[in-house]
């Protein structure tokens, strides 16, 4: 005898099945909207950028690892095109920030534009903020005494608020990536590409105040990037020029140069900035380390286990384009070096040798793909964890709301207190200098601030203005005039900051008056005018830096700074 289920448990029976079909037999339908994801999807971060990838063109993943600056005040329709076709990061260059609210306008626009493109990626927007005399976002924000100056402070809390109070500013603006802190040694003392962008020669301290940099931006919500690996600090040379062959033996290179980058490996530094550098004895391709599977791949990743993002210095730079031949053949070495982000500061054409010939590469050649799936991986992970902690910067930054932030008032306070600290005497024949001891006073220098600290406290004084960019023409000038202004005064005090200055300053000798060398950027030009009465170093052209150093002149507080490098 049949037995038939009654019409009500058929109709149950059949709702089970109808809403647990899935879990048993997915349809397509059900796998394409299970597989379907975008960067906000709420799936662990690792997985997702692993689904992601896989999930991405080759297009998609290429443009995922370049990064491209812009050169007028707005971002042109070139980068928009760039930015919907998947463009992973930007960045802001100093020749487009005078105007600050612009610039978060900017970045707003570019972030809601990459929202809308299929994987909802955001961008990484990085800009160099060194502190000192590298501030690429100007406008308002503040102008620090800077790294020199830290090392003659000799603090770590001082390296700390830097990054902490630098990180803060930029990150109103919605720049979430930082290129410092800058770790090369002051090595070379005629170099002009790193001097006080240094924290000085010592591996050791400068690892220390690097790492205390770098904690201080992490905690503002701005991602740190050491620079420039494996080290700038031995040459003078400028690999915006040419490429800058640093001719050291393997023990030398490990016991100085990578000292400061181990240290921050050791903290868990993010990103770390390849540098246009050669170092023959280490690398004896003479290729430059931007573009050295050796020093990217063999030493960074797998000797020192670094794990975070390695990023290009520009590839707009002689000292990498002279080597490969070509700008195209520099993106591929770079990406097969083992650099996770390539950065052009000019945007690319989509028809470029750049875009094209590594696309095809791409297509063609498996190893190149599973090189650039890996940093394309790598990148979006790094966004996921930035982007969904609690402390990035905004996407949509309010420009109505910017003159809150910039320049940060508790900064205000902190950087004067700083370059208070980093003062250092070098030479001392009687202070303080009073307004009775001074005299009549000549003030001899280039700029504003220099003499407004001045006058603040010497009323009785004049002003002898040069330029502070002097020509050799200028400077051949003002040495021969300066001696017949100076002699109807007293004292002269005279700012020093370049090699020409010097030689300004030079011209005083013969006139046997008190003379005051007030020396600002690197110090080494102020050591050969040891015949100065007093000889008071300060690392920065930053307003703080001359109050600083008009204050130590004046006996307004005890002047505790070192010269944070051997001479």
């Known amino acids: 005898m049949k037995k038939y289920f009654s019409p009500f448990v058929r109709t149950v029976l059949f709702a089970v099945y109808f809403f647990t079909r899935d879990l048993f037999f ?11 994801v975008d960067f906000w999807s709420n799936i662990p971060n690792e997985t997702l950028a692993h689904r992601i990838v896989e999930q991405m063109t080759d297009e998609e993943l290429y443009s995922q690892i370049l990064m491209f600056g812009w050169a007028g005040a707005e971002p042109d329709k070139l980068l928009y095109d760039w930015v919907s076709r998947g463009l992973g990061s930007v960045k802001v260059f100093g020749w487009n920030t005078d105007d600050i609210n ?34 690429h976002v ?82 503002a919500g701005v991602i ?39 240290f921050l490996i050791h903290e868990k530094i993010p990103a770390v900035m390849s540098g246009h550098l050669a170092f ?32 290009t210095d520009d590839m707009m730079m002689n000292g990498d384009t002279l080597y490969a031949g070509s ?47 890996d940093a394309a991986e790598r990148v979006i992970k790094a966004k996921l964890d930035y982007f969904k902690s609690d402390n990035a910067a905004p996407l949509y930054p309010n420009p109505k709301t910017i003159s809150k ?18 003062i250092t005497l070098y030479k001392k024949t009687d202070l303080p200098l009073t307004k009775e001891k001074g005299g009549r006073v000549l003030f001899a220098g280039a700029l504003p601030q220099f003499f407004q600290e001045g006058k603040k406290r010497f009323s009785n004084s004049a002003e002898f203005r040069f330029n502070y960019d002097l020509g050799p023409n200028e400077a051949a000038w003002m040495s021969d005039n300066i001696p017949n202004i100076a002699s109807g005064y007293d004292t002269i005090i005279i700012c020093v900051s370049s090699e020409r200055s010097a030689k300004i300053a ?62």
């Open 506 to 567: 030079e011209a005083l000798k013969p006139l046997g008056k008190r003379v005051v060398i007030l020396s600002i950027m690197t110090p080494s030009y102020s050591f050969s005018l040891d015949w100065a009465d007093e000889i008071i170093i300060g690392y920065s052209y930053s307003g703080y830096t001359f109050e600083a150093l008009f204050g130590a002149l004046c006996g307004e507080f005890e002047i505790t700074g070192t010269l944070p490098f051997n001479r």
């Open 280 to 311: 023959p004895k280490i690398d004896p391709t003479g290729a430059p380390a931007s573009l050295s599977k050796y020093f990217l791949t063999d030493l960074l990743r797998d000797e020192l286990g670094y794990e975070g993002l390695i990023i």
């Open 224 to 262: 740190p990037t050491a620079k420039h690996f494996p080290g700038h600090g031995a040459t003078d040379s400028d690999s915006h020029i040419n490429l800058p062959v640093i001719e050291i033996d393997y023990n030398t290179f490990k016991n100085r140069e990578l000292v400061p980058f181990e």
């Open 102 to 135: 612009l610039v978060a306008k900017s970045i707003s626009s570019l972030q809601r534009s990459a929202s809308y493109q299929r994987f909802k990626i955001p961008l990484f927007v990085a800009t160099d903020q060194e502190g000192g005399w590298i501030r």
């Open 138 to 219: 100007k406008g308002e924000t503040s102008i620090t005494p800077g790294n020199m100056a830290i090392g003659a402070s000799g603090y770590p809390a001082d390296a700390w608020y830097s990054g902490y109070y630098i990180s803060r500013e930029i990150k109103a603006l919605g720049i979430n990536m930082n290129f410092a802190p800058t770790v090369d040694l002051f090595t070379n003392q005629d170099s002009t590409i790193i001097g006080t962008r240094s924290f000085g020669d010592n591996p050791e301290n400068t690892g220390i105040l690097g790492a205390a940099f770098s904690a201080g931006s992490i905690a």
């Open 405 to 422: 932030y910039i320049p940060d008032r508790n900064g205000h306070t902190f950087f004067l207190n700083q370059a208070c600290r980093s």
């Open 26 to 36: 997915p349809s397509v339908a059900t796998v394409f909207a299970q597989s379907k």
């Open 327 to 373: 700008l195209s053949a520099a993106f591929r070495m770079a990406i097969e070096a083992g650099n996770d982000i390539v950065i052009s500061s000019t945007t690319a054409r989509l028809n470029e040798a750049l875009w094209e010939n590594n696309l095809e590469r791409i297509r063609e050649n498996k190893e190149f793909r599973d090189r650039v799936k």
